[in-house]
């Protein structure tokens, strides 16, 4: 009977269907995305963003297949075998979740051989994330094979079809209430993130009691099909109260991928265990960014990666010890050139005198005028702090930074240092106006 459902049904079709689909989206979402390929957690993490247009095209391939079962003339003439009900869906079901399991491994198979040549972190983090994928597709698959069951109608499925995609759509943009952790999407912005272990169980519950209710829907006859609702219910119960209040709170540091790697010999430079085979070309730029702090008060003696979580951008005091970088230029967003070039590194170190940004950009709904000029006051003494240290102008100047330039370059060696010290304590400190300390009693040019 398997293999019958296997060749006749439409489980063929829906998983050459969810191949080609996840194939494309992997090829063209995360095309020139290098951190989506350089390590375990972020690629299963994106791949999972992937089902959130593959879950629709499951959802109506099983309530097409289901149409055959709830048609009058075949309902009628099934009733009549012997058969229970059950073992009747157990083939169809099975045939369904046979195929959408190969394409969803196969498609994972494709990324997993990039990232097995990108990383030398090796871990078994990822599978969880993995296997609520596929059970997420599952469930999404006989879920629509009941609703199909039971609402035999030719346009049951594209209707299903539709209204998934805007659900997911509107999910995937929702970032606070428990209701937008209910997608199969996990967003991962960073590769020191993975999602937390609450949160994966409680999608794990939610995910198999929609699939014990599309099987209810299905197996079950006439008015005891109302269990359906009561495995989805107990599913959504279970999974709410262990979801935390926005989405960016279920993702958090994983503590293993975070863990510094540093060199052995002084001065010491670190990064994450996640990028531990970048530390040789790390090493010359941070050592040569030292020796050009080195002068000033309170100069660091370390360098190492930033580890903290992309979502959790409040300022904070910095220690003096130490210069923070970032190995990447930006979330996941936006990476078309992700990695920080190894010639820029050394400025990127130097910006703010060896310090990280105390302002961050506000939410859309909170950047007026006061905050953006803050951002932008900031910006421009990182961006002449920079070029002070190398000698050189670095960046693109805005129109407020631009004539001091020629002013604090012709300065003293001693009063270059003088006020690139007096700005590196207050951005540890994150306190005053960092552009105009730096600039304090200069006119510009």
Not at 315 to 332: E, I, R
Request: charged share 15%; proline share 7%; with cysteine.
């Amino acid at each position: 009977m398997l293999g019958i459902e296997l060749r006749r049904s439409t489980a063929p079709v829906a998983g050459a269907l969810a191949l080609v689909l996840g194939l494309v989206s992997v090829l063209y979402l995360l095309s020139g995305m290098e951190p989506a390929f350089g390590q375990w957690t972020t690629f299963t993490g994106l791949l999972r963003d992937t089902l959130e247009f593959l879950c629709p095209v499951a959802l109506g391939a099983g309530a097409w297949q289901g149409r055959r079962e709830g048609r009058p003339e075949v309902a009628e003439l099934i009733t009549t075998t012997a058969r229970p009900a059950w073992r009747r869906a157990l083939p169809v079901a099975g045939a369904l979740a046979i195929t959408l399991t190969l394409a969803y491994l196969l498609v994972f198979a494709y990324g997993a051989v990039q990232v097995a040549g990108n990383t030398s972190y090796q871990h078994l983090g990822w599978l969880p994330l993995l296997l609520v994928g596929e059970l997420s597709l599952l469930a999404a698959a006989w879920l629509g094979l009941g609703i199909g069951t039971v609402l035999p109608s030719v346009y049951t499925t594209p209707i299903l079809i539709v209204l998934s995609l805007a659900v997911l759509r509107v999910l995937a943009f929702a970032v606070t209430g428990k209701s937008s952790l209910l997608g199969p999407g996990t967003h991962l912005r960073s590769q020191m993130l993975t999602i937390a272990p609450q949160v994966t169980l409680g999608q794990a519950f939610w995910f198999t009691g929609l699939a014990v209710g599309g099987l209810v829907l299905v197996m079950v006859p006439g008015r005891r099909r109302y269990l359906a609702l009561l495995a989805i219910g107990a599913g959504l119960a279970v999974a709410l109260p262990l979801f935390p209040a926005t989405r960016d709170e279920a993702s958090v540091i994983d503590a293993e991928a975070a863990a510094p790697v540093c060199t052995t010999d002084a001065p010491r430079v670190c990064v994450a265990k996640a990028h531990a085979d970048a530390l040789d070309d790390i090493t010359g730029p941070a050592r040569d960014a030292l020796h050009r702090l080195a002068p000033l008060a309170s100069a660091p003696a370390s360098v190492s990666e930033i580890t903290v979580s992309p979502y959790d951008n409040s300022p904070k005091p910095q220690p003096s010890g130490v210069v923070s970088f970032d190995l990447y230029s930006a979330d996941l967003d936006d990476q078309s050139q992700p990695k920080v070039p190894a010639e820029e590194l050394e400025t990127r170190m130097l910006e703010g005198a060896g310090t990280t940004w105390c302002t961050v950009l506000p939410p859309e709904e909170q950047r007026d005028r006061e905050a953006m000029e803050r951002l932008d006051r900031e910006y421009s003494a990182r961006e002449l702090s920079a070029s002070m240290l190398l000698g050189k102008p670095v960046g693109t100047f805005d129109s407020e930074a631009a004539p001091f330039w020629p002013v604090l370059h012709a300065l003293p060696a001693a009063e270059q240092q003088r006020r690139l010290s007096a700005l590196r304590q207050a951005l540890l400190s994150c306190q005053g106006d960092p552009l105009a300390i730096l600039t304090q009693g200069l006119a510009p040019q």
